[in-house]
């Protein structure tokens, strides 16, 4: 059964501050998202990752993926407020249901 | 392109009642999934159908079922409510037709039982 771990569980940072959150997963996967979920509202798609060593950049917010060490990072660059939110990776293989992290609940503060 | 239609948005419901939620999905998508989102568990997957066929199931028990109509939308269905079914239920359509493709999620229904 794949299980999917992420950490930490709850991030507070200062604005301007880099950091980055770590999704792990425990078999074979051939793609993995991230999606953001604001506080009472639904899940945003973010980025999708379909191969090894794929890097995909929004604005403040860089993934990647490394399917040999079953790792995707998350890297945040000089934090604003307006990404306060919780972050879930999800991963997939082959015909399976996607698995959804924990979550990482990140706070920006002023 | 209007997005996951889910209704209703919020209803409260007592013990041993039952609960119906819709969700209309993006135009054009086939795959709907159900989760269910609770603080302490997190997202957890229910059911997920395409094409009227129910394709994968979570580990729920039979109080929850679901069902796809030709147009694609869905419906899940809980009966004999219990306290811990208190949770958001989130709606997401996919567009590919192999499980496990970029899900799309619905504002969510959030249940409340008394």
């Known amino acids: 059964e794949l299980k999917v771990e992420q950490n930490p569980l709850f991030l507070s940072m200062q604005e301007g501050k880099n950091y980055t959150i770590y999704c792990n997963y425990s078999?074979?996967?051939?793609?993995l998202y991230w999606y953001r979920q604001d506080p009472g509202k639904s899940l945003e798609s973010l980025f999708v990752?379909?191969?090894?060593?794929a890097v995909k950049q929004e604005g403040r917010l860089m993934a990647s993926l490394d399917t040999k060490a079953r790792l995707s990072t998350l890297h945040i660059t000089a934090a604003v407020h307006d990404l306060s939110a919780t972050y879930f990776c999800a991963v997939g293989f082959g015909n399976e249901k996607l698995t959804f992290g924990t979550g990482t609940r990140l706070t920006i503060i002023p | 392109k209007a997005g996951v239609t889910q209704t209703p948005r919020y209803l409260i419901k007592t013990r041993g009642q039952q609960v119906t939620l819709s969700c209309s999905p993006i135009s054009g998508h086939r795959s709907v999934s159900w989760y269910q989102q609770t603080p302490g568990q997190g997202l957890q997957f229910l059911f997920e159908?395409?094409?009227?066929?129910?394709?994968n199931k979570g580990n729920f028990p039979g109080r929850f079922s679901g069902r796809q109509f030709s147009n694609s939308r869905s419906e899940m269905n809980v009966s004999t409510l219990e306290l811990g079914d208190s949770a958001l239920y989130l709606c997401?359509?996919?567009?590919?037709?192999?499980?496990?493709?970029?899900?799309?999620f619905g504002e969510g229904s959030r249940l409340t039982v008394l």
């Open positions: 159908y395409f094409s009227e066929t129910q394709r």
């Open positions: 990752l379909l191969s090894n060593g």
């Open positions: 997401a359509s996919s567009a590919g037709q192999y499980i496990g493709g970029e899900l799309f």
């Open positions: 078999t074979t996967s051939d793609r």
